[in-house]
């Protein structure tokens, strides 16, 4: 009997406008949430495989430095085979053409597992090789190929000796530790290396044994191998933390829409609340118990959730199949791939903050009695409950997807901020509207008059069209010229090459060619690279428990600075910088975000390996990035004494204003330098540009589901206060104003709406810029107003349209209606 009039409750109400905006609002949030859980799941799966068959041995041991001979010998005493790899960046050169890449270096029991594919001939199928090149040899991708212009048996100038180039390889076994890089590749004998005199080359171990002789290994190596990565069939895939940081972040930005989906469930809902409120009441006078009450309210919710679940479910698939198509040019073999556990355990999070949206009317429906049969009912108005339990339910989706402490406290803030700016802008808008028009006549002196009056559902229209309007900004506007803007500056600060990484040799080798080919040197800073081991006596991964870029950063060798003088682009925040020449070497200053990014404090200790050397260096002072001297910077700055305790010469960083006529003679110095890395400000920037359009193919997907959100939340704002609405335009017409009259007041209400929430995105839009610069690139952002101001017309036109569209049925009330309803 309970099911049965749960299922006539449910069908009563399914076609009702209020409970059709809160299926829509709630299948709008399941069908984010699903595809993102079902879109990962596939990923995961597919890494999880991918693992399995691509990994080229039973144990992999990476780091950036070579093994010691004791250490070799362990591992030959432990594993049934062993193969040593060296992998380094180059550019290589033919004629004039030039191409960075990835050069592995192969010894003669390579491959350990599986084969390596190569063609030897242009057009030929690939032959399966149980080994590498030979010494000598040499064997390029095909694109390699292609971008050089190169043909098969011809000799490469490499450095200090010439490579014959046998064959194209097209499958290498181990390929997948490169995590799918897109960078062009070449394979090459290990005894040939010594030709290109390369610095910081990556090291790989490849092992392969029974299950015992690697576990031991894997023991071994974790105590003294600490700066080493081990990677072995039964670990995660090395993309599997970067997919999983994907997801969260994405999770992290649908707080924005649960927030939104809040307001237009509360919005859509008050109206319903009443139809049950009163159904509730007659059930009681019947006889019935509130426990039954309240499980005929609870059935009528959960099939309401049920009929939103079942076509956002199908949707997700869609999205996802779609979303894995677009990712299949980086994953050829990506496909679909059902978890149920992730999929079940996506409904049970999105029943929990579904049911905590529902907790408020529920509470309502606790206190329900058979006398409110006899008076009015009335909607209850407590905003305590009805927000509280949202903000409840937007903490549970930020705690759900943080993996990172600082990033969920800057998205959320941000958001924060804006929605405060907004509700300020609205106040103060509307207050001092009314204020200026208290005495004046007219329609627009109403019309502010009876905004300030429903001050709230005003308030909560802006914002969702607002937080709508700033996102769509920051995509359409921000991300389209930040790129400009930062080829702008490094243009003028740092000439047109970067010099990414150059020994002794190689600068004095530039200082000529500049010279030579009339180039300027713009700057040259000395470096050391450096493997970050221990914080405080623990491993990095014992210490740092949280994924974040710093992190992922700090797991390969980065660039130990040395100097006396402060560089002039940056600036000690907090501590004291050393400046005597003579200064204590076991001093570090370290970049600000690091510090906050990784939990550092002053006074702790860190220790690097350099060289083969161990250096311990307390933490003395940070500092952060100033603009105008130029942008390379470093994260760990160690006072110039250091060099007193390395035997090894170190490396540079710098840039150059290159001539015209000299970049046609850049190929003179990489033949004889192929390890020196350059890089111009125009490849950077296209680099830029790459990553940007793939992040505003993921805002612009965002950016739908937000403006979906925001037409359902100014459709519920509606539908909550139509029959005010009507009221109000039936008590017009009855003292003689028109029906026109009445529409120019509601179009004037949503433009002016409208106007509130676009000033509100701007004004949030260029915080936010003005702040993402300065923390990150230390410049002011310089918007392109008629962008802004196009965006601004479009947006207010789109709000007007849609909301007159929403409140036309409240304009066709009648005075008849006004006298029968008993005003």
């Known amino acids: 009997m309970l099911i049965l009039l749960v299922w006539q409750l449910f069908r009563q109400q399914y076609h009702q406008g209020d409970t059709r905006l809160i299926r829509w609002t709630q299948a709008s949030l399941m069908f984010f949430i699903l595809t993102l859980s079902l879109t990962s799941s596939s990923i995961q799966a597919y890494l ?21 001979d004791a250490q070799l010998n362990k591992l030959h005493q432990h594993a049934q085979q062993l193969s040593v790899s060296q992998l380094v960046n180059v550019t290589l050169t033919h004629d004039h053409h030039w191409q960075a890449v990835q050069l592995k270096a192969v010894d003669d029991h390579y491959p350990v597992q599986g084969t390596v594919q190569v063609a030897f001939e242009t057009d030929g199928q690939g032959q399966s090789l149980s080994h590498g090149p030979k010494p000598g040899d040499i064997w390029v991708d095909n694109r390699l190929f292609a971008s050089l212009q190169l043909a098969l048996g011809q000799s490469l100038d490499m450095g200090h000796g010439q490579l014959k180039l046998t064959g194209l390889v097209q499958h290498e076994p181990d390929r997948l530790l490169e995590g799918h890089s897109v960078a062009m590749r070449a394979l090459v004998h290990l005894d040939d290396l010594s030709l290109i005199q390369a610095n910081n080359a990556h090291f790989r171990y490849l092992l392969a044994g029974d299950e ?51 307001i237009a469930i509360d919005q859509a809902g008050r109206r319903q609340l009443l139809s049950q409120q009163r159904f509730a ?59 149920w556990t992730d999929l079940l355990s996506s409904y049970a999070l999105l029943l929990a903050l579904l049911a905590i949206f529902q907790i408020p009317n529920w509470l309502v429906m606790a206190k ?24 409840i339910s937007v903490a549970t989706v930020a705690f759900v997807y943080s993996d990172n402490g600082l990033l969920t406290a800057m998205t959320l803030s941000a958001m924060a901020a804006t929605l405060m700016l907004m509700m300020v802008l609205t ?75 150059a020994n002794e040799q190689q600068v004095q080798d530039i200082r000529q060619w500049s010279a030579q080919t009339g180039s300027d040197i713009r700057q040259l800073k000395p470096f050391w690279y450096g493997q970050l081991s221990h914080i405080n006596g623990q491993t990095l991964t014992e210490f740092a428990t949280s994924p974040s870029e710093s992190l992922a950063s700090l797991q390969k060798p980065v660039r130990l600075h040395f100097s006396i003088q402060q560089a002039t682009n940056n600036q000690t925040v907090t501590g004291q910088r050393w400046q005597d020449r003579d200064a204590d070497w076991q001093q570090v200053s370290v970049e600000q975000e690091v510090m906050t990014d990784m939990g550092l404090k002053l006074g702790d200790q860190l220790q690097f390996e350099v060289a083969g050397q161990s250096l311990n260096f307390e933490i003395k002072a940070s500092h952060k990035y100033m603009p105008g001297k130029g942008s390379i910077t470093f994260w760990f700055n160690v006072p110039q004494s250091t060099k007193n305790q390395l035997q ?59 403006i979906l959100l925001a037409l359902l939340v100014i459709s519920a704002s509606v539908k909550g206060y139509e029959a005010d609405e009507r009221k109000k335009n039936a ?36 915080l936010t810029a003005q702040l993402i610069y300065q923390s990150q690139f230390g410049i002011n952002y310089k918007p392109d107003w008629l962008w802004i101001m196009a965006t601004l017309l479009v947006s207010a036109l789109v709000v007007c349209s ?5 409140n036309r049925s409240s304009l066709k009330f009648s005075v008849g209606a006004l006298l029968r309803n008993g005003g």
Not at 224 to 245: C, I
Not at 669 to 693: A, C, K, Y
Request: with cysteine.
């Open 731 to 766: 008590l017009l017409i009855s003292f003689g104003q028109s029906r026109l009259a009445c529409g120019k007041l509601s179009l004037f209400e949503w433009l002016l709406t409208s106007l509130i929430a676009s000033v509100g995105a701007i004004l949030g839009t260029n």
């Open 648 to 706: 090894t010469p170190p490396l540079y960083m710098g840039s150059l204003e290159l001539a015209d006529t000299a970049w046609s003679q850049l190929a003179e110095l990489w033949q004889r330098h192929p390890s020196l890395r350059l890089i111009s400000v125009r490849e950077l920037t296209q680099r830029f540009d790459d990553t940007l359009s793939m992040v505003i193919k993921l805002v612009s997907g965002f950016s739908l589901m937000i």
């Open 802 to 806: 849609a909301g007159m569209i929403a």
């Open 48 to 68: 999880a495989n991918n693992l399995q068959q691509m990994l080229g041995s039973d144990l992999v041991i990476s780091q950036h430095q070579a093994l010691t």
């Open 368 to 391: 329900v009695t058979p006398a409110q049969l006899i008076r009015q009912m009335s909607s209850p108005n407590h905003l305590l409950p009805r927000y509280g339990f949202a903000l």
């Open 212 to 262: 015992s002789e690697l576990n031991t290994l894997k023991q071994w190596a974790t105590t003294e191998l600490v700066t080493a990565q081990l990677y072995d069939k039964n670990s995660g895939h090395p993309l599997a933390m970067f997919w999983k940081r994907v997801e969260n972040f994405v999770g992290l930005a649908s707080v924005l829409l649960f927030l939104m989906a809040a």
């Open 427 to 501: 106040w103060f808008v509307l207050s001092l509207g009314h204020t200026v028009t208290s005495r004046a006549m007219g329609m627009m002196a109403f019309g502010f008059y009876m905004m300030k009056q429903r001050l709230l559902s005003k308030s909560i229209q802006i914002l969702g069209v607002g937080m709508c309007a700033t996102l769509l900004l920051f995509t359409l506007s921000l991300m389209k010229d930040i790129g400009q803007t930062m080829e702008g500056y490094t243009r003028e600060h740092d000439g047109n090459l970067i010099i990414t990484q």
């Open 281 to 339: 009441a007659v059930c009681l006078a019947m006889g019935s118990d509130k426990p039954r009450v309240f499980a005929l309210s609870f059935g009528q919710w959960l099939l309401t959730v049920i009929a939103g679940l079942i076509p956002a479910t199908a949707l997700a698939c869609g999205a996802e199949y779609l979303i894995l198509q677009q990712m299949q040019t980086q994953f050829a073999d990506l496909t679909t791939t059902w978890v």
